[in-house]
């Protein structure tokens, strides 16, 4: 008996395995239907691929920027219907040489990146072939109409166009208005007004200036405005344009002031040992008066919710009763690495870039923090207030950040020798000496910037 309920059970469990696979989908069968079908679609998914494009832009330093970029790409799918974009985040500095190995890597380039800018950075890439030259798109496109006077000037000193530029820079002085009220200070105008603002923070065991020694780009950004302001905006051209050199007196002297002001107290002795963002957050948690910065910070203030706390100005010239303007150049720009294939879609984006709807997008959000480089961005009011004052800053001239501009060997020697007046390594003579050297061994390389003929 129960071996006849078992054989009884062995058979209605074959009749059942045998019922399931009769109905099963044909794509889920081993016919040759299901087959055709399971190859096709990944064929269609690879037919795709062409309209996706890839970029690679800078990480994200909060989510208020990652957000400010996912708008970005919506309005551009929807302005190209069918159109996706793979955007990944990474170093784009060349610095690090992670973006030059990549490069010359056998992977895959993404098709578009937006590096951080500067005529210095670009040749790199272009003096060796990595990214392509883009002169038939600016005459068939339009750009240079299309791009602020200066953007296309500090790009086209030279034969070949290789970047489109995305933002422009203003570096200035980014305050916290509650630590400046608490102890009577007011908005400088004046280079006595600013030295009184940072001995009366001093003497209240507030560190006045803050900068990120071990970010030596928050060092330079400081010492763009001291020289600006103790030397003038044209002296500065004449250095970048090789035109007068780094141990002149007037520059000696700005390496002077900014080593009094270290000595003094005036920039915090614990810059050397932070980073950019510790010394960042130092000035937003009321840690510190005073951070130097490009409107990058912005996004962080709002991020905080701080926007009602902080405010900005430049340092007043040091010689006389002139308004200094923010210094800077081009923040980031968008280059073309050789081997992409996808150049038809690389150009839509790039128009895109320039065109009114990217701006509308970007200053249309409170939160957003760069300076699009676009002439159509000049006229449209930005909807967050800290960015309008930035923009209409540098509407009709910017000053010089000579990090931006100078070449490899003297960008190293700019910030080490920086960073070391900060620290009391260096003499003044002897870091602007130092500095002089260096960029003495990029002319001789062949590094050397043209002023754009007018």
């Known amino acids: 008996m129960h071996r006849t309920n078992f054989a009884r059970i062995m058979l209605c469990v074959a009749m059942l395995a045998f019922f399931i696979a009769g109905c099963q989908s044909p794509a889920s069968s081993g016919g040759s239907k299901g087959s055709e079908q399971a190859k096709a679609e990944p064929a269609a998914a690879e037919n795709k691929q062409g309209d996706v494009l890839k970029l690679l832009i800078p ?46 890597s056998g992977v895959t380039p993404p098709d578009a990146i937006l590096m951080n800018a500067g005529p210095g950075r670009v040749r790199i890439l272009s003096d060796v072939d990595l990214i392509k030259p883009l ?19 500090l790009i086209s000193g030279n034969d070949n166009l290789y970047e489109l530029p995305h933002t422009m820079d203003a570096v200035s002085v980014y305050y916290n208005k509650d630590l400046f009220e608490q102890n ?45 302001s103790s030397a003038g905006k044209e002296a500065v051209a004449k250095l970048i344009y090789s035109e007068a050199k780094w141990n002149d007196p ?55 919710k701080l926007e009602g706390s902080i405010g900005s100005f430049t340092i007043p010239s040091l010689t006389d009763a002139s308004k200094t303007n923010p210094t800077g150049g081009l923040g980031y720009t968008w280059v073309v690495p ?28 409170p939160s957003y923090n760069l300076i699009p480089a676009s002439k159509a961005a000049m006229g449209i009011k930005p909807a967050g207030s800290q960015l309008a004052e930035a923009m209409s800053s540098i509407a009709q001239e910017s000053g010089y ?34 500095i002089a050297a260096a960029a003495a061994k990029d002319e001789a390389a062949g590094y050397k910037l043209s002023r754009k003929s007018n």
């Open 135 to 153: 002169n038939d798109w600016y005459m068939q496109n339009g750009w240079k109409d299309k791009l602020r006077p200066f953007a296309y000037d």
């Open 250 to 304: 007037q520059y000696v002297k700005a390496a002077e002031t900014m080593s009094d002001w270290a000595n003094q107290g005036y920039i915090g002795k614990e810059s050397v040992s932070l980073n950019l963002t510790d010394a960042k957050f130092a000035m937003l948690n009321k840690k510190a008066g005073m951070f130097i910065s490009t409107t990058h910070i912005i996004s962080d203030v709002v991020d905080q």
């Open 401 to 434: 950040n000579p990090s931006v501009f100078i070449g490899s060997e003297a960008k190293q020697a700019y910030y080490q020798n920086l960073t070391g007046l900060i620290g009391g390594l260096v003499k003044p003579k002897d870091a602007m000496d130092n």
């Open 59 to 104: 990480s994200f330093n909060n989510e208020t920027e990652k957000r400010q970029w996912d708008n970005v790409v919506k309005k551009f799918e929807e302005m190209n219907p069918g159109v996706k974009i793979d955007l990944a985040t990474g170093d784009t500095n060349t610095e690090s040489g992670k973006l030059t190995t990549m490069l010359q």
């Open 338 to 365: 050789a081997k992409t294939t996808q150049t038809e879609l690389v150009e839509k984006w790039m128009n895109y870039i320039v065109s009114e709807e990217y701006a509308k997008v970007v200053l249309g959000d």
């Open 184 to 228: 009577g200070i007011g908005v400088p105008t004046t280079a006595g007004e600013f030295l009184n603002a940072m001995k009366k923070l001093h003497d209240n065991n507030i560190t006045p200036i803050i900068v990120g020694g071990r970010t030596p780009i928050t060092v330079g950004t400081l010492f763009s405005l001291i020289l600006q």
